[in-house]
C-alpha cells in the first residue's frame, strides 16, 4: 500500500510538473525562436490587428456613438487596396444639415469651407475606427467644431491588405493627400499611441515634400521602437531573458519594422503638442518627454503636457480631459 500511495504521488508530481513547464517552454523557449526565424511574426504581435469584429458596420456612425452627421467611404491607396474612412463633420455644419442625405461629394465641398479645419486622426494598434475610445475623442473634436476624418490602415478593419511600418505611412500619406485637395493649410494631425510613430514618419514625409501639415497632436506618443517594446508589458515576463534586445527588437528590425519616432520629429515642419497621462500603463510618461526632448534639441517647436495621475486618464481616456477641447483650440489658433 505505502508502495502505491508513493507512486500514485509520484504521478501527481510528475502531470503537475509536466503542466507547469509546456506554458514556460512555449513562452521562454518556442515564442523566442518564433522571433528569430520568423521575424515577421514579431510584426502580428506588434501590429495585433487580426484583433477585429468580422461583423462590424461601418456605414452606421451613429450605431457607434457619434453625434455628429458623418459619412463612411473608401479611397485607393494605390496598391489595390482600400483603405475605409469616416469623414465627421463638425457640429455646427451638423446641425445645419441635419437631416439631409449629403453626397460624399457635398461632403467634399463642406471641406473647402475656409472657416473650418481639419483633423486627421491616426489611430493605435488592434481593433479600427469604430472603437469606443476614438469615437468619443471624435465627438471632442467634432463638438469643437472641427471636421474629423478617420480611417483604418491596411488590414485593419475593413481596410485590406497587410500592414507595415512603411505600409501605415503611406496610408497616412495618402489619405492627407487626399485632404489637401480640399483644406490645403487647415489640415492638422492627430496620432494616439502606434498611431503617433504613423504621425511622424508620414509627416516628416511631407515636411521634407514641403507639405507640412498645420500641426500635430501626439497623444500617448513614444520616442522610438526599442524603449516602447522593452517597458511595454507585455516584455515584463522576458526582461530577464539573456540578449532579450537582440532577440526581439533586433527581430522586428529584420521585418522592417523600425518606428524611429525620435528621427522622424526633427524633420517635422509643423508646431506639435504632445499630451501624456501620468498613469499611462502602456507607454510611460517618460518616452513621450523624451520624444518632445528629441523635438526641442532639433530646434522644432513643441509642447509637452503630462497629466496627473489622479485622473486616471491611462493610456487611452485623455479624451475626458475637460480641457482638451480648450487646449486643442489654443494649439489651432496659435
Not at 508502495?3 to 521562454?28: C, D, E, H
Not at 488590414?155 to 491588405?161: K, V
Not at 534639441?297 to 493610456?315: D, L, M, N, P, V
Request: charge should be positive; include cysteine; hydrophobic fraction near 40%.
Amino acid at each position: 500500500m505505502k508502495n502505491s500511495g508513493n507512486s500514485l504521488v509520484r504521478r501527481i508530481l510528475t502531470k503537475t510538473a509536466i503542466l507547469f513547464s509546456v506554458p514556460l517552454i512555449f513562452m521562454y523557449i518556442v515564442f523566442p525562436l518564433l522571433f528569430v526565424f520568423f521575424p515577421y511574426f514579431m510584426q502580428h504581435i506588434f501590429f495585433l490587428n487580426f484583433l477585429k469584429n468580422p461583423f462590424q458596420q461601418y456605414n452606421n456612425l451613429s450605431y457607434h456613438g457619434i453625434n455628429s452627421m458623418g459619412i463612411n467611404f473608401y479611397l485607393n491607396n494605390g496598391l489595390e487596396n482600400k483603405l475605409g474612412i469616416w469623414h465627421i463633420l463638425p457640429q455646427s455644419l451638423s446641425t445645419k444639415y441635419k437631416g439631409q442625405n449629403l453626397t460624399i461629394n457635398e461632403f467634399e465641398n463642406l471641406l473647402k469651407l475656409k472657416d473650418y479645419k481639419v483633423f486627421l486622426y491616426l489611430h493605435g494598434n488592434t481593433f479600427d475606427r469604430t472603437t469606443p475610445h476614438r469615437c468619443a475623442l471624435y465627438n471632442v473634436l467634432s463638438s469643437a467644431d472641427f471636421h474629423v476624418i478617420a480611417f483604418d490602415y491596411r488590414g485593419y478593419g475593413d481596410s485590406t491588405g497587410r500592414p507595415t511600418d512603411e505600409g501605415l505611412a503611406s496610408d497616412a500619406v495618402t489619405v492627407y493627400k487626399y485632404l489637401l485637395k480640399f483644406a490645403d493649410g487647415r489640415i492638422y494631425v492627430w496620432g494616439h499611441s502606434m498611431g503617433t510613430g504613423v504621425a511622424c514618419n508620414s509627416m516628416r514625409k511631407m515636411s521634407e515634400a514641403g507639405m507640412p501639415p498645420k500641426g500635430i497632436i501626439l497623444e500617448a506618443p513614444f520616442n522610438n521602437l526599442r524603449d516602447v517594446m522593452l517597458n511595454h508589458p507585455l516584455s515584463k515576463p522576458f526582461r530577464w531573458v539573456p540578449f532579450q534586445e537582440q532577440l526581439f527588437i533586433g527581430s522586428l528590425k529584420k521585418s522592417g519594422l523600425l518606428m524611429d519616432s525620435d528621427k522622424h520629429i526633427t524633420k517635422i515642419d509643423a508646431p506639435i503638442l504632445i499630451l501624456h497621462a501620468e498613469d499611462d500603463h502602456v507607454i510611460p510618461w517618460q518616452l513621450g518627454e523624451k520624444l518632445h526632448n528629441s523635438a526641442i534639441k532639433a530646434g522644432r517647436q513643441s509642447q509637452y503636457i503630462k497629466f496627473e495621475s489622479k485622473h486616471q486618464f491611462k493610456h487611452k481616456f485623455l479624451h475626458r480631459a475637460e480641457e482638451i477641447p480648450k487646449l486643442v483650440k489654443k494649439f489651432v489658433q496659435n
